[in-house]
Nanobody, 122 residues
Framework: QVQLVESGGGLVQAGGSLRLSCAAS????????MGWFRQAPGKEREFVAA????????SHADSVKGRFTISRDNAKNTVYLRMNSLKPEDTAVYYC???????????????WGQGTQVTVSS
């Protein structure tokens, strides 16, 4: 059974930092891509960043470029999202996802975690 478990969310002041983690288990994700999406109340799910397990190719949304960095630790089967210079508009539930290809489209991902709340106060 595939499991993606996010952690690391919380409340932080504007300008602060957080690191989200996504621990993957239940299958081999070596040929998969891992993505981070977020969803704020009343808004659609939004692409944040993605990375391929194998060679570590990355993609970041324009809204987070220069502030967020996705990375992975193959030995730990864990993907990270380092978030710096956080803004109130970054407030959302952040989801980890796994799919066969690197994509910014949420429909391209087959497995999802339960989400972790990130709240940025002004």
């Amino acid at each position: 059974q595939v499991q993606l478990v996010e952690s690391g969310g919380g409340l932080v002041q504007a300008g602060g930092s957080l690191r989200l983690s996504c621990a993957a288990s239940g299958r081999t994700f070596r040929n998969y891509a891992m993505g981070w999406f977020r969803q704020a109340p009343g808004k659609e799910r939004e692409f944040v960043a993605a990375i391929t397990w194998s060679v570590g190719v990355t993609s970041h949304a324009d809204s987070v470029k220069g502030r967020f960095t996705i990375s992975r630790d193959n030995a730990k089967n864990t993907v990270y999202l380092r978030m710096n210079s956080l803004k109130p508009e970054d407030t959302a539930v952040y989801y980890c996802a796994a799919g066969e290809k690197l994509s910014s489209w949420y429909g391209g991902y087959d497995y999802w975690g339960q989400g972790t709340q990130v709240t940025v106060s002004s």
